[in-house]
């Protein structure tokens, strides 16, 4: 069984996936093969390299409802259309690609190996963190009593990003026999791994050609049937009895999508067979290649042997956990709930989906990673809170993943003219091109119907992008790409919001109609006959902070490309003074009792039963899809799926957030903080992953208990699958990357606004000690917090002094030095 157990709401409680000795901290371990959970390790093993990406399915299994092979490009899309509803709906899709792991056995003649038709007397399977390898171990006996012991090792190249490669041993423990080995590439897959999309055409790939590379390999070429996309995957596999390669005869097997050889061998009791494979795979979008087939076999052709690549994918790992390694050290007794094993599990993941090997794709990060097909491997606001764990370790990855925005300003500008706006309006679900692909139904399958999907009304999205990008810049100083690149997205943003926002001389306010905030179970009002809400709060905020970076950003920006940029743009004083006064002037709605209304009327919308709903349902996460199966709605009640209002809270300090309602006429005391938190955490269903992490932060302060429960929810998203069986179709790569963020935020408390790192931190009752590196303009820096001292230690002798701030005590901390900061007495974080 795997190891896994419930949130602890005291970080308490048994020990969560706790590995075995020696490897404590660095490995998710599944001991006994439960084939009801195969989706969910498929996914929590995926392997990746930022480049493309496998689930981690056994070498020897197909797609049959139990098990889900899957292998992703990171950008490889495709569009098909279905008749839904009476209706043609076009979608894109994050393309399955060609199985490249493909390897059957035969024992002596018996049927082709799966776990399922022996008998198991032993089986683990382990994600090794520190080495980025899957292996998978087990012994087991045949109808005859012939007991055999097989063990995977596999990885997918960090060092080289077009490389992949397993390992197979086989040892025969009491009989002797043949052992007959199937092994190619399997191009008949198409895209079955998310139920939602289940009635929609999934057939992506058409063949193209499948041939020998080499006396031991096999090439296929494939191509997606409407981006034309070309595929070359070429693999070759040798066999060896201890160290000495065997010769054995091949066989080739051909038909359209798929290609493979046979070979059978001899062995003898005690003995062992080793299998090494070794896949490459290069697209028709590769930089440096003529085409992708010839590509695919001169890197064949050239590839070292397993133990080699492994090697130098071992070594390109160590460098990158120096870099992203938060080490905790507990106070007394061992932790309880394996955090260290999460955290670097979560890193792990988002290093898997965007690494130095994405810096110069054209790629966004979607919100599951390429781990599986939920959401159709969409891009939403996710990168929100994936940015700031990669900014502050590997900047560089964020500056090209914003790249991926700037790419799509112009679709982003065309999307606001068709809605009648100006400026850039950015969707909420992008793909390939960066038109919305959000599909117009969605299935709800309670109550098996086809519903509207508004949620591209989350225009919040675009605020969302102007945050990553003044975030990165307050990280980075990196002032030329604010020159060419940010500067030109944020203006284009503040632009929207301005057109977007519309005058009320009654209220002498002016004020956004028609959008959808970050709760999405609000798509109207009551009754209402066309979709959209007046003045979310979240939305009108974050549009003023929008507008003030936008005013930075011209003071910011040297003369000569300020005036360039406004003529290019045709951005007159007269437009940038109205913006000054929409940020002045927006409308925030509010409660009788002073609570922020999450949008204009939301106060008069009903309470909900939640003790009737949890006793009727249980699991009330999806409460919309409830609630539309009974024929009710979402909309009539004071609910949220995730943080609205509370957003506020978890992107601003209440210093920041108090001085933007300064800006705008309204009081936000310090007391009505906790008063919204309070009211909102209360109505909140926690329908996505994302909301965990918000609501851990901003309860705090306002209530320790429910807040370690949410970081541990959190934490253990996907290890423990709390949204009940969503896992399997992908992990929640928001949740993963902001949780980590979380702890760093909540243990060192870093900032970066007004150009000054800022540092407040508190250790945990229950941490002696935490270790982490983060870059902040030019710097390296090594933070070392104990209960009573922080120390600061810089790499980078001649980096230029930057201002940091400890304890809201700013210090000019030059190139290369090392500052020890006492602390007070801690508190809990």
């Known amino acids: 069984m795997a190891r896994s157990s419930p949130p602890d709401p005291g970080l308490g409680g048994e020990a969560g996936l706790e590995p075995a000795a020696g490897t404590a901290g660095w490995a998710l371990i599944f001991d006994g093969f439960e084939p009801s959970s195969e989706g969910q390790r498929e996914a ?45 709906v076009e979608s894109e ?72 490669a397993l390992e197979i041993t086989l040892r025969a423990e009491n009989w002797s026999g043949a052992v007959t080995v199937r092994s190619g590439i399997d191009g008949r897959v198409v895209n079955a791994g998310a139920k939602l999309y289940a009635r929609f055409n999934n057939r992506h790939l058409e063949p193209l050609a499948g041939e020998a590379a080499g006396d031991d390999g096999v090439l296929l070429l494939v191509r997606t049937s409407e981006s034309q996309l070309q595929v070359a ?35 003898a009791a005690g003995e062992t067979l080793r299998l090494d494979k070794v896949a490459v795979l290069f697209t028709s979008r590769d930089d440096a290649i003529a085409e992708p087939r010839e590509a695919a076999q001169k890197a064949l052709a050239r590839a070292g042997g397993y133990q080699s690549l492994r090697a130098a994918h071992v070594l390109a790992w160590k460098h990158l956990w120096r870099r992203f390694d938060i080490r905790m050290q507990p106070a007394g007794e061992p932790f309880r709930l394996n955090v260290p094993m999460l955290l670097r599990l979560n890193l792990f993941h988002l290093l898997a989906a965007a690494s130095l090997n994405s810096i110069g794709l054209d790629i966004g990060i979607p919100a599951r990673g390429w781990t599986g097909e939920a959401y159709q491997g969409h891009v939403f606001w996710d990168e929100l809170f994936i940015f700031p764990t990669l900014a502050f370790r590997q900047p560089e990855i964020v500056r090209s993943l914003l790249m991926y925005r700037y790419r799509r300003l112009d679709e982003a500008r065309v999307a ?177 009792d002073g609570i922020i209304s999450q949008f204009e009327g939301y106060e008069s919308l009903a309470e909900l039963d939640w003790d009737g709903y949890r006793a009727r349902y249980g699991d009330i996460h999806r409460l919309e899809l409830i609630l539309e199966a009974e024929g009710d709605s979402a909309n009539r009640y004071k609910v949220s799926k995730q943080a609205d209002v509370l957003m506020l809270f978890y992107l601003f300090s209440a210093e920041e957030l108090a001085a933007l309602f ?8 310090e007391p009505s903080i906790r008063q919204n938190v309070v009211y909102y955490h209360a109505r909140c269903s926690h329908g996505s992953t994302l909301s965990r992490v918000v609501h851990a932060w901003v309860l705090a302060r306002a209530n320790r208990a429910d807040a370690i429960t949410c970081l541990a929810e959190a934490l253990q998203s996907d290890v423990s699958d709390i949204q009940g069986g969503a896992a399997a179709e992908g992990v929640h790569l928001g949740a993963m990357a902001g949780s980590v963020d979380l702890i760093q935020r909540v243990c060192t408390g870093v900032e970066t606004t007004g150009g000054v790192l800022r540092l407040n931190p508190r250790l945990a009752d229950r941490l002696a000690k935490m270790d982490m590196r983060i870059r902040y303009r030019g710097h390296t820096l090594d933070l070392c917090l104990t209960r009573d001292a922080l120390r600061v230690r810089g790499r980078e002798p001649d980096a230029a002094p930057i201002r940091l701030a400890v304890q809201g005590v700013e210090h000019l901390f030059p190139g290369g030095a090392t500052r020890v900061f006492a602390l007070p007495a801690p508190g809990d974080c």
């Not at 087990?138 to 596999?154: K, N, V, Y």
């Open 44 to 88: 929590l093993c995926a392997l990746g390299n930022g480049y493309f990406a496998t689930r981690g399915a056994a070498p020897w299994a197909r797609a049959d409802g139990v098990r889900y092979p899957g292998t992703y490009l990171a950008g490889g899309y495709n569009r098909l259309r279905t008749s839904i509803a009476g209706r043609t």
């Open 93 to 164: 899709d994050l393309v399955n690609l060609p199985n490249w792991l493909h390897l059957e056995l035969r024992l002596a003649g018996a049927d082709w190996f799966d776990e399922r038709q022996v008998r198991l007397t032993a089986f683990r399977q382990q994600l090794d963190l520190r080495r980025a390898m899957l292996v998978r171990a087990m012994t087991f006996e045949d109808a005859e009593g012939r007991r055999t012991r097989l063990t995977e090792r596999r990885f997918v190249s960090m060092a080289d990003m077009h490389t992949a």
């Open 233 to 267: 995957q070429a693999a070759r596999t040798r066999v060896f009895r201890g160290d000495e390669p065997l010769q054995p005869a091949r066989r080739p097997l051909s038909e359209p999508g798929y290609v493979a050889q046979d070979f059978e061998l001899q062995i």
């Open 416 to 592: 606001a003219a068709r809605a009648g706006f100006r400026g850039a309006m950015f969707p909420w679900q992008s793909g390939s091109d960066g038109q919305e692909q959000t599909q117009e139904l969605n299935l709800n399958p309670r109550s098996q119907r086809w519903v509207p999907d508004n949620s591209f009304r989350q225009r919040h999205v675009s605020s969302a992008v102007a945050w990553n990008v003044w975030q990165y810049f307050q990280i980075t100083d990196d002032r030329e790409f604010l020159q060419f690149y940010g500067a030109e997205l944020i203006l284009e943003i503040a632009r929207f919001w301005a057109s977007i926002a519309t005058y009320n001389a009654a209220r002498d306010r002016y004020e956004i109609h028609g959008v959808m905030g970050p709760d999405e179970f609000h798509e109207s009002y009551p009754g209402a006959a066309t979709p959209g809400l007046n003045n979310n709060a979240y939305t009108n905020i974050m549009a003023v902070w929008v507008l003030c970076r936008a005013l930075d950003v011209l003071e910011v920006l040297p003369d000569i490309r300020r005036a360039e940029l406004m003529a290019r743009l045709g951005l007159t004083p007269a437009e940038a003074a109205r913006w000054e006064d929409i940020s002045r002037r927006m409308f925030v709605p509010f409660h009788q």
């Open 662 to 669: 300064q800006r705008l006429g309204y009081a936000l005391p």
